[in-house]
C-alpha cells in the first residue's frame, strides 16, 4: 500500500519515526489527496459533509469549518506518538479509537494506560506552546485522524478560541468514551460577548428532549392560560407575543407538586433559556422572576401558527413528563446562572441558593467545619462554576479546590495508572491548599459535559481567615479545652452567641450548664444529653451532673461565683441548680427505658431526687422538679420473652418495643437440619448463643455460629457481635456446627419461599386498604425505634453491648415489602395479570405517598425497579401511558443526585407524622461518622456530635405528631388486610428471581 499523499511527515523529529504507519485509504478518506491549496469547491464539500458527521464539529462555526476543510489532512493510524516528543500537528479522531498512556519515567515500557479517546477526542494541544506531548498514544484499532499542522492551528485557534475550546482535551486527553463537546472556557473568566457567543454556539445542538419540552410547555399554556402569551408594550415599546417572568413562575408552581419553590421554577424555565428554546427579549442569559418579557422560541417568527387542537392535546398529554424532566435539571441550570454571575453582584437570594446546593453534594453535607473547612453562608461568596478542567498533573502546585457537580473524572498516580474513579458530589484539591503541598495525582475526565464547582487558593485562605478570626480558644495549663466560634447571628437580647465546636467532655458541659437558658430549648445542650454516650459514660455523666448540683456554682468554668449580694448568690446558685435538673430531666425522657438497664443511672437518680426533696423544702424554686424527677425514679418496667421475628398470630398483636432485657426464644438448626431451641438475652453475642447451645446438645465441639441465607451464602458471626438474632435476613437461618461441618450446610426447603403468587389473596382488597394496614404497621415498628438504635447503628452495637432490634425490623421490613413486589410479579405466569399487578402495586405506592408513608412507598418503586421486574418489556409495554407516567414521578422521587435532593425537598413540603426513608437517614449519619473524626486534640469533635444529631432530630420530627388510625375508615374485610400485610410470604434470592424472570420473558434474540 503506498504510503499517506501529502501527510507532511515531520522531519528530524522521534513522533515522525513513531508514526511512520500512516496511510492513505481512498474508499473511505474524508480529505482530497491532492494539496489543500490544489482542492476544488467539491472536495472541500466532501470534507465538510465527513465532518458534520462528527458530533465534536456540528457546534464549530461554518467559517470555522470550512478554514478546516481546506487546511487539515487525512491520517489512517496504526502506531503511536511517544510522550516526551515534540509535537508539529493537532490531531482529531474521525473513528477508530487510541489508548492514552503516561510514564513517570523515561522509559516508554512502564507507561501505564489511563483512559481511551474515542470518536470527536483530540489530542496534540501542546504545540500551541511547544511543550512536549505529555502522554503517549497508542492506536487500539486502525483509526482515522484529522491532522492540521502547527501553524494553521495556532492561526485557527486565536481566531476561534471559544468554540474549539471544547474540543482540547487535558493533556492526558479526555474521554472513556463519548466526546469532549460541551466542555468550555471557564465562564467566570470570560466577558459577556463571550457568553453569548458560546451559548449561541450551543444553541445549535440543542437537546431534542428540551426542544420538544418547550414545545409542549408553549402548547400547554395556550391551552390553558392563553392570555399569557400575548402583545405587551413597555415604555412605548410593543413587544410581540411575550410572557412575563413571574408569570411564568407562578404558572408552573400551579401545575406540578414536582415543582417545590418558586426559585425550583425559575431553574426550570432557565433550563429552557439556556438551549434558546425560550429567549429574553433583549437576549439576557438568566431567566428572573421579575416583570421581564420572555419568548417561545416558536413565536419569534411573525405569524407563527398556533397549535392545532390534536397539538394541544399531545402536549396535554405530555406535561407531566415534561415537567418532571424540567424538575430535574432545574436547580443544576439555577446553579449555573448564579454562578456565572460575578461574586460582587451576587444576592443574599443567591448566595442562600448555593449553600442549599453545597449542602445536598455529598462532598459537603456530611463534614464538619472543623474537619472540611466548610464555612458559612457568607464565606461562599467566591465560589465559581467550571466548564473545562485545567491541567491538573501530579506534582503541581495546587491553586484550586475542586467539587464535581456533574460527570466523573478519573484519579491517575504515575506508576499505577487509574486508581479510583470520583463522581458527582465529590471532591478533589483540596489536601494541597490545606498543606501548601503539590498534587498527589493527576485527574483526567471520563465523560464529557463535566461542571465543577471551583474554589482558588486565596478565596479558599480568605475562608480560612475569617473562620479563624470568629473562633475563641479557652486554655488551662497551655492547653486548648474548649473551643467556640462566633454565631454569625446575634441572640435576640443583642448578645454575641457562641456555637460549641470542641472541648472536652467536662468543659462543653459545663458551658452548656452556664448558658442554657430555662424558658427555652436549646438545641446544644439536647445534642449533649442524646449523644453523651459516645464519648462519656453515663456513669461519667451521671457523676460530674450530680456533683454540678451538690457543689454549684463550682462546676462552671468561671474560677469563682459571680460578685454581688449574699442574695444574689444564692439566686445565683438556685438558678444553676435549676438547670442542672432541667438538663438531668431532658436526659431522663430521652434515655426512657435505657435507664432501667444501668445501675449507675438508677443510683444517680434516686439521690438526685432525695437531694432535690430536702432542698425543696428551703428553696421553693426547686419544688416543681419533685413530682417530675419521682415519676422518673419509680418508673417501672417488666421483662418480657419473645420468641424469634415471630411467624405466627403475635404478628397480629400490636408491635411493642423490645429492649436490652427482654429475653427471645431463638432456634438454631444443625446441619442436619434439626434444631435446638435455647432461651438467651435480646443482647446476647455469639459467644452466649454458642456457649447455651453447646449446653443443650451437650456437645463439646467447638461451634460455630453462621448465619446461612436462602441463597446458600454463609456469614460467619463473630464472639463478640451483639443481638445476632437480629441480624438475620427474611428467609436466613441461623446455624450452630463445627468446623468441619460448614461447608456441608445447606438451606431448609422452607428458605426457599413462596412457590406460587398471592395475587388471587390480595387483588380484591382494595389498594387504599392495603397502604393502610401497611402504614399503619410501618408505624408501629417505625414508633418502637429508639433514637439511640439509630447511634449504635452508626457506631457499631458492640462498643455499647445494646441491642438494635427495633431498627433491624424495621429495616427488615422495608427490604420485605421490596421483595414481596419483586416476588409478586416473578411468580405471576399470566402477561395480562402481571400487568394488573403493576397498576396495583403504582396504586399502593399512591396511597402509601398519600398517608406519608415514604418507607413503604420507596420500597414498592425499589421493588418495581428491580432487574428482575424491570426487564419484563413485554409488560411494561401493555402498562397504560398514564400508570408509566404515576411510575416514572415516582421513581423520580428516587433520583440519588444531588445527595438524594428530590427525596429530602419533598420531605420539607409534609408535615408530621412521616415514615421517613430509613436507609438514607442511616446513610447520612454513617457519612457524617466516617467522615469525621469523634476527637480532634483530644477533645471532643461537637460539630460531628451536633449534625448526626440533627439527623437524629429529623427521626424526632416525622414522630412529633400522633399517626391518626381513623384516617382511613376500615372495610369489613380489614382483619384480613391487616393479616395479609403483617404476613408477607417472600422470595429474597435474587438469582431465583432472575430465572423466574426468564422465564416469564426469555432474553430475546
Known amino acids: 500500500m503506498p504510503t499517506a499523499i501529502h501527510s507532511h511527515r515531520e522531519q528530524n523529529s522521534r513522533e515522525t519515526q513513531s508514526k511512520a504507519h500512516t496511510h492513505t485509504h481512498t474508499l473511505t478518506s474524508p480529505i482530497s489527496p491532492c494539496r489543500p491549496a490544489e482542492r476544488s469547491g467539491e472536495d472541500v464539500d466532501i470534507i465538510l459533509s465527513r465532518l458534520k458527521g462528527v458530533k465534536a464539529f456540528q457546534r464549530f462555526h461554518p467559517s470555522l469549518l470550512l478554514q478546516i476543510c481546506s487546511c487539515a489532512f487525512y491520517e489512517y493510524l496504526e502506531k503511536v506518538f511517544r510522550q516526551g516528543d515534540i509535537g508539529t500537528s493537532w490531531y482529531a479522531v474521525l473513528s477508530g479509537s487510541l489508548d492514552v498512556k503516561v510514564s513517570e519515567t523515561a522509559n516508554h515500557q512502564d507507561a501505564v494506560a489511563i483512559c481511551t479517546l474515542g470518536i470527536g477526542t483530540a489530542f496534540g494541544e501542546s504545540i500551541l506552546d511547544n511543550t512536549p506531548r505529555h502522554a503517549t498514544i497508542v492506536s487500539r484499532e486502525t483509526s482515522e485522524l484529522l491532522r492540521i499542522e502547527q501553524r494553521e492551528f495556532k492561526s485557527l485557534w486565536e481566531k476561534y478560541r471559544q468554540c474549539m475550546a471544547g474540543l482540547l482535551a487535558p493533556p492526558y486527553g479526555a474521554m472513556e468514551s463519548g466526546s469532549n463537546n460541551d466542555r468550555l472556557a471557564d465562564k467566570d473568566s470570560l466577558g459577556s460577548n463571550t457568553l453569548s457567543l458560546m451559548n449561541k454556539s450551543l444553541n445549535k445542538v440543542q437537546s431534542e428532549k428540551l426542544q420538544r419540552g418547550g414545545k409542549v410547555m408553549r402548547n400547554a399554556i395556550l391551552s390553558r392560560a392563553p392570555h399569557m ?146 464555612p458559612p453562608l457568607q464565606h461562599w461568596t467566591h465560589v465559581k462554576l467550571s466548564l473545562l478542567l485545567p491541567v491538573f498533573n501530579q506534582g503541581e502546585e495546587g491553586t484550586s479546590w475542586y467539587i464535581i457537580q456533574k460527570g466523573s473524572v478519573n484519579v491517575v498516580i504515575y506508576g499505577k495508572g487509574v486508581v479510583c474513579t470520583l463522581h458527582e458530589g465529590d471532591d ?74 470542641s472541648g472536652t467532655p467536662e468543659k462543653i458541659l459545663d458551658h452548656f450548664l452556664e448558658t442554657m437558658r430555662m424558658d427555652t430549648h436549646h438545641a446544644d445542650p439536647d445534642d ?32 469563682v461565683a459571680p460578685p454581688g449580694s449574699e442574695q444574689e448568690r444564692l439566686e445565683y446558685a438556685v438558678t444553676s441548680k435549676r438547670r442542672v435538673l432541667n438538663l438531668a430531666l431532658r436526659w431522663a425522657a430521652v434515655h426512657a427505658h435505657h435507664l432501667q438497664e444501668e445501675q449507675a443511672a438508677l443510683t444517680f437518680l434516686e439521690e438526685l431526687y432525695g437531694s432535690v426533696s430536702s432542698d425543696s423544702r428551703i428553696l421553693r424554686a426547686l419544688k416543681d422538679f419533685v413530682p417530675d424527677l419521682e415519676k422518673v425514679v419509680k418508673l417501672q418496667y417488666q421483662k418480657v420473652l419473645l420468641r424469634e421475628f415471630s411467624n405466627g398470630d403475635e404478628r397480629l398483636a400490636k408491635k411493642q418495643p423490645i ?112 397502604a393502610y394496614q401497611m402504614t399503619l404497621y410501618d408505624w408501629e415498628l417505625f414508633s418502637c425505634v429508639h433514637e439511640h438504635e439509630l447511634l449504635y447503628h452508626t457506631f457499631g452495637r458492640q462498643s455499647f453491648r445494646r441491642t438494635t432490634a427495633n431498627l433491624d425490623l424495621f429495616l427488615r421490613r422495608f ?71 404515576f411510575y416514572a414521578e415516582f421513581e423520580s422521587m428516587m433520583d440519588p443526585s444531588r445527595n438524594h435532593r428530590a427525596y429530602r425537598l419533598t420531605v420539607t413540603k409534609i408535615e408530621p407524622p412521616i415514615i421517613p426513608f430509613m436507609p438514607l437517614l442511616l446513610k447520612d449519619m454513617t457519612f457524617s461518622h466516617e467522615g469525621n473524626k469523634t476527637f480532634i486534640d483530644n477533645m471532643v469533635n461537637f460539630e460531628k456530635i451536633r449534625m448526626i444529631a440533627n439527623t437524629i432530630r429529623a427521626v424526632r420530627h416525622c414522630r412529633s405528631q400522633p399517626f391518626n388510625p381513623e384516617v382511613c375508615q376500615p372495610n369489613k374485610n380489614h382483619a384480613e388486610v391487616r393479616g395479609y400485610v403483617r404476613k408477607l410470604c417472600v422470595i429474597d434470592n435474587q438469582r431465583t428471581l432472575t430465572t423466574l424472570s426468564y422465564r416469564l420473558e426469555p432474553r430475546r434474540t
Not at 454516650?533 to 468561671?558: A, E, G
Request: aromatic share 8%; hydrophobic share 40%.
Open 229 to 374: 402569551i400575548r402583545d405587551r408594550k413597555y415604555h412605548l415599546k410593543t413587544y410581540r407575543q411575550c410572557c412575563v417572568g413571574t408569570e411564568l413562575v407562578d404558572w408552573l408552581v400551579q401545575q406540578s407538586t414536582c415543582v417545590h419553590t418558586r426559585s425550583h421554577a425559575v431553574g426550570m424555565w432557565q433550563a429552557l433559556l439556556e438551549e434558546g428554546v425560550l429567549n429574553h427579549v433583549d437576549q439576557e442569559l438568566g431567566f428572573q422572576d421579575k416583570y421581564l418579557f420572555y419568548r417561545f422560541l416558536d413565536d419569534e417568527e411573525e405569524d407563527t401558527p398556533l397549535p392545532s387542537e390534536e397539538e394541544k392535546r399531545e402536549s396535554e398529554e405530555e406535561l407531566p413528563e415534561t415537567i418532571l424532566f424540567l424538575a430535574q435539571i432545574g436547580p443544576d441550570a439555577l446553579l449555573r446562572m448564579i454562578l456565572r454571575k460575578p461574586p460582587g453582584q451576587r444576592t443574599g437570594d443567591d448566595l442562600e441558593i448555593i449553600y442549599d446546593e453545597l449542602l445536598h453534594i455529598k462532598a459537603l453535607s456530611h463534614l464538619s467545619n472543623t474537619v472540611s473547612l466548610i
Open 428 to 501: 478533589f484539591g483540596k489536601l494541597a491548599l490545606v498543606t501548601d503541598s503539590a498534587r498527589a495525582a493527576s485527574i483526567v475526565l471520563r465523560e464529557d459535559n463535566c461542571h465543577f464547582l471551583r474554589v482558588d487558593k486565596e478565596d479558599f485562605n480568605r475562608i480560612l481567615r475569617d473562620v479563624e478570626a470568629n473562633t475563641v480558644r479557652l486554655k488551662e495549663h497551655e492547653q486548648a479545652v474548649l473551643v467556640l466560634e462566633k454565631s454569625p447571628r446575634a441572640s435576640t437580647l443583642g448578645n454575641i452567641k457562641y456555637t460549641v465546636m
Open 528 to 559: 449533649f444529653v442524646l449523644m453523651h454516650c459516645v464519648f462519656m459514660p453515663n456513669s461519667q455523666f451521671c457523676q460530674l451532673l450530680m456533683l454540678c448540683y451538690i457543689f454549684n456554682p463550682v462546676c462552671t468554668y468561671h474560677a
Open 659 to 770: 429492649r436490652n432485657c427482654d429475653e427471645i426464644l431463638l432456634k438454631v438448626y444443625c446441619s442436619d437440619h434439626t434444631y435446638t431451641t435455647i432461651r438467651v438475652a435480646v443482647a446476647a453475642t455469639g459467644r452466649e448463643v454458642t456457649s447455651a447451645v453447646a449446653d443443650k446438645l451437650a456437645s463439646s465441639d467447638d461451634l460455630l455460629l453462621v448465619h446461612l441465607s436462602s441463597a446458600g451464602e454463609k456469614q460467619m458471626l463473630k464472639p463478640n457481635d451483639v443481638s445476632v438474632f437480629s441480624t438475620l435476613s427474611i428467609n436466613g437461618r441461623m446455624f450452630a456446627c463445627p468446623r468441619d461441618q460448614l461447608n456441608a450446610l445447606t438451606p431448609l426447603p422452607d428458605q426457599e419461599g413462596p412457590s406460587a403468587g398471592s395475587m388471587s389473596s390480595f387483588e380484591l382488597m382494595s389498594s387504599k386498604d392495603l
Open 815 to 885: 427490604n420485605q415489602v421490596q421483595l414481596w413486589v419483586v416476588t409478586e410479579v416473578c411468580l405471576c405466569g399470566q402477561l395480562s395479570k402481571r400487568v394488573q399487578l403493576l397498576k396495583k402495586f403504582i396504586k399502593i405506592a399512591a396511597h402509601c405517598r398519600e398517608f406519608k408513608n415514604l418507607n413503604s412507598f420507596f420500597a414498592i418503586i425499589m421493588g418495581m425497579s428491580n432487574p428482575a421486574v424491570s426487564r419484563l418489556t413485554q409488560t411494561w409495554e401493555k402498562l397504560p401511558s398514564k400508570f408509566k407516567k
